[in-house]
């Protein structure tokens, strides 16, 4: 990962070269949400062009584009994961022409569907929608080769970010590549990015944080506002504690609470930062 990231330019806030004109903004993104299950999944629209990033609920996907009137092109999945990839046959089969793309996930994705993925991406990958690029970011720690799309100031984050929280580590993922990913990956990406994660636990993950630092003032008026599905990694950075474990106040928190688990934890890390990471995402399994 760590030679595409070189190779890979994030777009950053305080370049201005870089920064779109706000009339450049032309992906358009439509939030789902699946009826069968407790994910939501997404809809990119470029002039009369869809994607759709990991449609698990079929029904729904297909008439949201019947409804459109636009014509889907593919079909993108950021992970292998069965909640993420099961409706790609039955939606792949009521469109002509539509392109299946995957990471290095892909194996996984074509055992669990009939359709074999057309196009496998990798970091730094440019996918075209309506003559607007996607750019492919791989993200792996919930699985392998788990990626998000970034289009225009959208990303579709699967489920490495969730709302003041992470994705776990226990379906065929690695805890050491989660950690890089929030390390050393997501900083790199510009604060007035939106990110659409693949499910919503903000309010579950904002009582853990208060939980570990209970007098944490951005996590508390967080919880009493409105609990949005997605927002800017900017204001993500200052409610999600796995983002935030470089700070002293968590490192010092986990360390007296939970000692022990530090200790384990510790011996397998890094950086005081990655085991702060570990111990926060061994606590919330069980919390
Ligand atoms: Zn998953």
Known sequence: MESFTQTFQPPTTGSTNH????KALKMHIETIKSQISDNYFYALVRENDVALVDPVDAKSAISFVK??????????????????VS????????????????GPDFERVNELVSHAVDRVVAHGDEIELGGQKIQVIETPGHTL????FLA?????????????????????????????????????????????????YLQRNLE?????????????????AELSLSRTLGEERKINI?????????????????????????????????TAFRVLRNLRNSW
């Open 19 to 22: 920064r779109l004109p706000a």
């Open 67 to 84: 409804n459109s009137g636009k014509t889907l092109r593919m079909v993108l999945n950021t992970h292998w994961h069965p909640d993420h």
């Open 87 to 102: 409706g790609n046959d039955e939606v792949l089969a009521a469109f002509d022409g539509v392109e299946l793309v995957s």
């Open 145 to 148: 080769g788990h990626v998000a």
């Open 152 to 200: 225009d100031r959208h990303l579709l984050s699967g489920d490495t970010i969730f709302g003041a929280g992470c994705g776990h580590v226990k379906f065929g993922g690695d805890i050491k590549s989660l950690f890089q990913t929030f390390d050393s990956l997501l900083p790199t990406l510009s604060a007035d990015i939106v990110y659409y994660p693949g499910h919503h």
């Open 208 to 224: 853990f944080g208060l939980h570990i630092l209970p007098e944490d003032q951005a996590t508390k008026e967080a919880l009493n």
């Open 242 to 274: 796995f983002m935030r474990t470089h700070e002293a106040q968590v490192q010092e928190a986990l360390k007296s609470a939970h000692a022990e688990i530090w200790a384990d934890e510790a011996a397998q890390s890094s950086s005081d930062a990655e």
